[in-house]
């Protein structure tokens, strides 16, 4: 296995077994997750975070674990792994816009998304597979 598949599977667990933590912790005390108060909801649709940890328990806690063995397993797995990638990334976009507010958790997990996107990408290049392989061609021709 490449190193960039090795550092791709780690990033996935990492940040899927600490959503899967995190959306635990909202889904069973969604008025005060982990200290948290729904104060911070005051410009989001929620009144609560348990909708969020929902998506955030299933969607990127279990999504980034079945991006990892995707990744160790399946031949098409640095396609699940781009589109989780950009999840993360969008997810961190909109948690920001909804809570009013940026802190370090979201600088770090935005940048772990866009290192994951662009590891997904050049295993798909390595690996020549579409629409990399667009690319690779266009750039061979030039």
């Known amino acids: 296995m490449r190193k960039a598949h090795r550092i791709l599977i780690g990033l996935h667990l990492f940040v899927g077994i600490g959503a899967m933590a995190g959306g635990l912790g909202a889904i069973l005390s969604p008025n005060n997750p982990m200290g948290m108060t729904t104060e911070a909801l005051k410009s989001s649709p929620f009144t609560n975070f348990l909708i969020p940890g929902i ?15 995707a990744l160790y397993r399946f ?3 640095s396609y699940v ?21 940026i802190n370090i958790l979201h600088v770090i997990y935005f940048v772990i998304g866009i ?12 690996q020549r597979y579409f629409p990399t392989n667009i690319l690779r061609r266009f750039i061979q021709s030039s």
């Open 55 to 69: 998506f955030l328990f299933v969607v990127i806690g279990m999504g980034n674990v079945l991006s990892a063995i």
């Open 75 to 77: 031949k098409y797995g």
């Open 81 to 101: 792994s781009n589109v989780m990638s950009w999840i993360l990334v969008l997810w961190i976009i909109v948690q920001c816009i909804m809570l009013d507010a």
């Open 115 to 126: 290192i994951e996107a662009i590891l997904a990408f050049v295993i798909l290049y390595n």
